[in-house]
């Protein structure tokens, strides 16, 4: 019944060492996700596709980047991990709002989340 | 977008009804009102919905007043497990993004 899966659950890098995350889904929603969560803050946008249309959010770093090669799957790139960059990824993924023709299409799905660690 | 205040946390016991508040004075005419729930160590889960008045699903409750300026949500006979996180979220209904607040966190006494 697993339907946005994250991989892997705990991540652990050396500083500058690129790290990549993945994400995948069951849904076949239109839009994925990608969060950042530090200790005991909210969650916070990086970007997110709508199927291939790559939405980058302006505060987020260059040192993220993002592919999506196909409906199910996405992936979350740190090309230089920092000490700054430890902590929780959540992918999530929505029907799209009203481009996806539906009421509740912007009800976003998470996955557990991938707790990624800098040493 | 319309910025949230809502309670930093809130406490209460087991089998008891607990009410958050969320203030949205700058809610705009397409925005929808969210409220998501997060466990520690898990990604949010939807909880409800609503544009205005009351909207009841088999979880929470959520009453919207006239004016919209602010939204509580409502959760019945809580137990140890509904320790969380709650989220208020406003956003155009037209838009596929999500900003989320500051959260309440709320623990749940024995």
């Known amino acids: 019944d697993a339907m946005v899966i994250q991989n892997p659950r705990y991540q652990v890098t050396q500083f500058g060492k690129p790290v990549t995350l993945s994400c995948s889904q069951t849904l076949n929603h239109n839009v994925m996700y990608w969060y950042q969560q530090k200790s005991s803050q909210a969650p916070k946008l990086l970007f997110h596709y709508y199927d291939k249309d790559f939405n980058n959010e302006a505060d987020t770093p260059d040192n993220f980047q993002s592919r999506r090669p196909n409906t199910s799957f996405c992936f979350l790139d740190i090309r230089s991990p920092g000490l700054g960059d430890a902590a929780m990824y959540l992918c999530?993924?929505?029907?799209?709002?009203?481009?996806?023709?539906?009421?509740?299409?912007?009800?976003?799905?998470f996955g557990p989340g991938t707790r990624l660690t800098v040493l | 977008l319309a910025k949230t205040t809502q309670p930093i946390s809130m406490d209460s016991y087991e089998g008891q009804e607990v009410n958050i508040t969320c203030s949205h004075n700058n809610i705009a005419t397409n925005d929808y009102i969210t409220w998501y729930q997060q466990f520690p160590s898990q990604g949010p889960r939807f909880i409800i919905q609503?544009?205005?008045t009351k909207v009841t699903n088999e979880v929470a409750s959520l009453f919207i007043p006239a004016d919209r300026k602010s939204s509580t949500l409502s959760l019945p006979r809580v137990s140890l497990s509904d320790t969380a996180v709650y989220y208020c979220l406003v956003g155009d209904f037209r838009d596929e993004k999500l900003t989320f607040g500051t959260g309440t966190r709320l623990t749940i006494i024995p």
């Open positions: 609503g544009y205005k």
């Open positions: 999530a993924t929505s029907r799209g709002g009203i481009r996806s023709g539906t009421s509740l299409g912007n009800e976003q799905f």
